[in-house]
C-alpha cells in the first residue's frame, strides 16, 4: 500500500483486494478519480498507514498521538470569541452576541459545516453574516415553508451584501437572475433540473433534520445520493437545533454530503455509532433474510469528538445563558394558501371600509373604547382565518414539539384550542373557559410534572393569568389578542420564578395579514415597556409577574 496526506486528508492506494472490506468498514470512503481511498480523520488513517509513508504524513499522525491535532482542528466553542479574530461584517444597526461571533468564526472556515445550535439562540444570523463575510455571488437557501418569509425579512435586517433575492412558490417558474433564492423542501424537487443547472457558491440548508432518512424523495431531491449530489455547490451550512431526533443514524445523510472523507459508508457508520449488525429476521412466508440493524447508539463521546473536532459548531442554551435576554421575541411568517389569501383580502376590505390605516384600526381595538367599525364582520372573518391557519401552521408547530420538550400554545378561538388538542392527542392538555376549576388545577400539574403531556394549549384570557408554567421555554402565539398587556401576560406562564431558561417566544402570523402588522405593534410596545418598567424589575428578583 502507498500513503499521502493532501489538502486535509489521508490517502490509501494500492490496498490489496483482501483488505478493501475491512478499509471500507474502518471508514474510508473510495475517490473514482484519484483511484484512492480518503478519511479525514487522523485516528483511522493511524491503524492503516505504512510505516514507510512519506514524512509529512507521519509528521500529522505524530501530532495526533501527542492530541496536537484535534486541538488544531477544534472549531471555536461557546464563549471563545474573545480568543477568535472575528471578520464578521455586521450591519452598523445590529449587534451580535458573543457565542454568534465564534459560531460565525467557525462558519467562514473552509469546507462545508453543520451549525447546531439549541433553538432561539439565532443560527439564522450567524449564516447570514458569515455569507457578509464570505460573500456569495449565488445562493441557495432551502427551508421549511413556514419559515420562507422568516429568512426573507432577517436577509433584509442582517444582509450587508445587496443581492437580488427571489423565493420560490409552487410550480411557478423559478427564477435564477436572482442572486439569493429561498426555495422550501415540499417544492424542491419541482424545480431540481432548474437548480442543477446553476454553480452554487453558497447553499444553506435550514433544519436540516428534514434530510434524516437517506432513501425519501425528499433527501433524494436535496442530498442527492452518495456519489452524485444533487447541487453543484462550493460551501454548504446545513442548520439544525436537533441533530439527532431519535438515534445517530438520522445524522448520516447530512454529515456525508457536507464531508464525503470524513464520514465512511453507511455499514461503517453503523457499526461505529448505532450498534450496527446483521440478523437473521423471518419475513411473511417464513423465508429468514439477513437484515442490517443500525437503530441503536454506541461510541457517543467518540461520535461527539469527532463531529465537533470537524464540522459541528454546537452551543445549548445553558452555554450562552449569560449573554441571553429573559426572552426572545420571533416573529414566523406563513405563506396563505388561496382559501386564505381570499379570506385575507376581505379582512383589508374590512379596514379600508372603516376609513382608517392599520395603524389607527390597531390601535382603536387596542384601547376597546367606541365601537370598531365593521368589528362584528373582522371577528368572524378572524374565527375563519384562525381555524385555516391552524392547518398551515401544523407541520411548524408539530416541528417545534418534536424538537423541545413542552411547549405552550396560545389561541382565541375555543374551536381552534379543541382541534390542536385533538391533533397532539395524549401529549396534550389545556385550559379554556369550559374546563372547570378543579380540571384546571389538575391540567396545570399534569403540563408540569408529567412527561408525556409536552402540549399546553390555552386561550389567551383563560390561560394568561394567574399559573404557572415554567415547563415549558417556548410559546408559541398561534391566534393574538389586541393589546400588549395580554400579550405579555400570557408569556409571563412560562417567564416566571423558577425559569431556568430564556424564554423563546413566536408569533405565527399570515403574510399581509392584520395581525402581521398588529404584532410587529405590539412587540414594539412590549419592548418599550421592557425597557422603561421590567428590567429593574428582572433584575431584582428574576420574573416579571
Known amino acids: 500500500m502507498q500513503a499521502c496526506y493532501d489538502n486535509g486528508i489521508f490517502w490509501l492506494n494500492q490496498v490489496p483486494d483482501q483488505k478493501l472490506s475491512m478499509l471500507r468498514e474502518s471508514g474510508w470512503a473510495y475517490d473514482e478519480d484519484r483511484n484512492a481511498w480518503g ?26 498521538r501527542t492530541k496536537e491535532w484535534n486541538s488544531r482542528l477544534a472549531l471555536p466553542n461557546h464563549m471563545t470569541a474573545s480568543e477568535v479574530m472575528i471578520r464578521a461584517a455586521t ?56 419559515v420562507k418569509e422568516n429568512w426573507r425579512n432577517e436577509l433584509e435586517k442582517w444582509s450587508t451584501l445587496h443581492r437580488t433575492y427571489s423565493t420560490a412558490y409552487g410550480r411557478e417558474t423559478l427564477s435564477l437572475e436572482a442572486q439569493t433564492i429561498i426555495i422550501n423542501y ?11 443547472e446553476v454553480e452554487w457558491d453558497m447553499v444553506i440548508i435550514d433544519e436540516a433534520q428534514y434530510l434524516k432518512t437517506m432513501d425519501t424523495q425528499r433527501t433524494l431531491a436535496v442530498l442527492g445520493t452518495v456519489k452524485q449530489p444533487t447541487l453543484k455547490a462550493k460551501k454548504i451550512i446545513a442548520m439544525t437545533g436537533t441533530p439527532i431526533t431519535n438515534m445517530p443514524r438520522d445524522l448520516y445523510p447530512v454529515l456525508k454530503r457536507l464531508d464525503y472523507y470524513g464520514w465512511g459508508n453507511l455499514i461503517s457508520f453503523g457499526r461505529q455509532f448505532c450498534g450496527g449488525h446483521w440478523e437473521n429476521r423471518r419475513v ?80 382603536l381595538a387596542q384601547t376597546l373604547t367606541g365601537e ?22 401544523l407541520p411548524h408547530l408539530n416541528e417545534v414539539i418534536e424538537n423541545n420538550d413542552k411547549v405552550i400554545i396560545f389561541a382565541h378561538h375555543v374551536e381552534i384550542i379543541q382541534r390542536l388538542m385533538i391533533e397532539f392527542g395524549y401529549k396534550a392538555t389545556g385550559i379554556y373557559g369550559a374546563v372547570p376549576p378543579k380540571q384546571r388545577v389538575k391540567n396545570i400539574y399534569n403540563f408540569q410534572n408529567d412527561p408525556d403531556k409536552r402540549v399546553f394549549v390555552g386561550n389567551i384570557k383563560a390561560a ?19 393589546t400588549p398587556d395580554a400579550t405579555n401576560q400570557a408569556e409571563d406562564r412560562a417567564h416566571r420564578m423558577g425559569q431556568k431558561d430564556t424564554v423563546h417566544v413566536q408569533h ?24 422603561i418598567i421590567n428590567q429593574k424589575k428582572e433584575e431584582e428578583n428574576g420574573s416579571t409577574d
Open 91 to 146: 450591519p452598523r444597526t445590529q449587534t451580535l452576541r458573543k457565542y454568534q461571533e465564534a459560531g460565525i468564526a467557525a462558519l467562514i472556515q473552509d469546507g462545508n459545516k453543520l451549525l447546531a445550535d439549541d433553538m432561539g439562540l439565532g443560527k439564522t444570523i450567524q449564516a447570514i453574516v458569515a455569507c457578509n463575510v464570505l460573500e456569495p455571488l449565488k445562493t441557495l437557501i432551502v427551508c421549511p415553508a413556514a
Open 39 to 64: 478519511t479525514r480523520h487522523a485516528d483511522i488513517a493511524a491503524e492503516w498507514f505504512p510505516k514507510g509513508s512519506d514524512s509529512i504524513s507521519l509528521g500529522v499522525l505524530d501530532a495526533y
Open 186 to 196: 415540499d417544492i424542491f424537487k419541482d424545480h431540481i433540473h432548474a437548480l442543477q
Open 464 to 482: 394568561g393569568v394567574g399559573i404557572n408554567l415554567t415547563a415549558a421555554s417556548v410559546v408559541i402565539f398561534l391566534e393574538h389578542a389586541w
Open 284 to 363: 411473511r412466508g417464513g423465508e429468514v433474510i439477513k437484515t442490517w440493524i443500525d437503530t441503536g447508539s454506541t461510541q457517543p463521546e467518540k461520535l461527539q469528538d469527532r463531529l465537533r473536532s470537524t464540522i459541528m459548531v454546537r452551543r445549548v442554551k445553558s452555554d450562552a445563558l449569560p449573554e441571553l435576554p429573559a426572552k426572545i421575541r420571533q416573529i414566523i411568517s406563513l405563506e396563505p394558501d388561496t382559501k386564505t389569501a381570499k379570506l385575507l383580502k376581505t379582512e383589508r376590505g374590512l379596514v379600508q371600509k372603516s376609513d382608517l390605516t392599520y395603524a389607527e384600526y390597531t390601535e
Open 372 to 393: 370598531v367599525p365593521g368589528f362584528q364582520d373582522m371577528a368572524r372573518i378572524r374565527r375563519e382565518i384562525g381555524i385555516i391557519k391552524m392547518r398551515i401552521a
Open 508 to 531: 405565527l402570523v399570515l403574510k399581509d395579514s392584520l395581525d402581521s402588522y398588529m404584532v410587529r405593534t405590539i412587540i414594539r410596545k412590549q419592548e418599550m415597556i421592557d425597557k
